[in-house]
């Protein structure tokens, strides 16, 4: 089973600052296999990354994947007020198919 | 535009069953593989099952492995959630997505509590 572990657990910024993500798998995950998603509260989750780096329908390009293996990074360039939020790694893979990472708050500093 | 409504949650006992409907819209439901992911309260997301477009393949998380079936009916835009032998653990909202690698499209999702 492919366990996913985000860094760090919270990340506090300011508006326009730069957001580096990081998720990092417990075994190689092919990166046509790796998403991010993103969720407000009460709000369901929206894709914003697939294939590693594939930014999704409508995405802003602020938002930019990267990586490969073990080791993914979602970078938000300049952070805008919509962007706090909660962030969720996912690999897609055998057993179990899914698999999210615990999440990433990003909230203003 | 693309539309995933679930309904079907609600409060049942320890034991209970329940069945979550999802229905599906401005997109071609029969090509696209589904999933039943939920969320606990103030919790992550977890993936629950997952169905091929044409529903010949089924997977589910060990946790509803036994319990829980997912069906879908590609004439009805429907998508389904049989769950058997609730436990308290499984109280959560539960999303149905759309995706085979990703999910890229989520319903609102329905809230189940399991509670005596």
């Known amino acids: 089973e492919i366990v996913l572990t985000q860094s760090p657990g919270t990340l506090s910024l300011s508006p326009g600052e730069r957001a580096t993500l990081s998720c990092r798998a417990s075994q190689s995950v092919s990166s046509s296999y790796l998403a991010w998603y993103q969720q407000k509260p009460g709000q369901a989750p929206r894709l914003l990354i697939y294939g590693a780096s594939s930014r999704a329908t409508g995405i802003p390009d602020r938002f930019s994947g990267s990586g490969s293996g073990t080791d993914f990074t979602l970078t938000i360039s300049r952070l805008e007020p919509e962007d706090f939020a909660v962030y969720y790694c996912q690999q897609y893979g055998s057993s179990p198919l899914f698999t999210f990472g615990p999440g990433t708050k990003v909230d203003v500093k | 535009q693309v539309q995933l409504v679930e309904s079907g949650g609600g409060l049942v006992k320890p034991g209970g069953s329940l069945r979550l409907s999802c229905a599906a819209s401005?997109?071609?439901?029969?090509?696209?593989?589904m999933s039943w992911i939920r969320q606990a309260p103030g919790k992550g997301l977890e993936w629950v099952s997952y169905i091929s477009s044409g529903g010949s393949t089924k997977n589910y998380a060990d946790s509803v492995k036994g319990r829980f079936t997912i069906s879908r009916d590609n004439a009805k835009n429907s998508l389904y959630l049989q769950m058997n032998s609730l436990r308290a653990e499984d109280s959560a909202v539960y999303y149905c997505a759309s995706g085979s690698y990703y999910n890229d499209y989520w319903g609102q999702g329905t809230l189940v509590t399991v509670s005596s």
């Open positions: 401005g997109f071609t439901f029969s090509d696209y593989s």
